[in-house]
């Protein structure tokens, strides 16, 4: 008998504030247009780099 994996849950910065500011950054969650477009595609190691390194530190230059 096989045991089936559920699959993972993509995870995901968005909190749904979803607007570009001006330098191109959204609004809600600090990702760039092309960040959200290629979201799914990205591996989770790329994506936990993005959201506990990278977005972070744009959220706190931004303020």
């Known amino acids: 008998m096989f045991s ?3 699959p993972a849950a993509i995870l995901t910065p968005c909190v749904g504030i979803c607007e570009l500011d001006a330098q191109g950054y959204c609004e809600g969650c600090h990702r760039t247009g092309a960040e959200i477009a290629a979201w799914r595609s990205l591996s989770d190691a790329q994506r936990r780099h993005l959201m506990f390194e990278v977005l ?5 230059q931004r303020s």
């Open 56 to 60: 972070p530190e744009r959220e706190r």
């Open 4 to 6: 089936v994996k559920p």
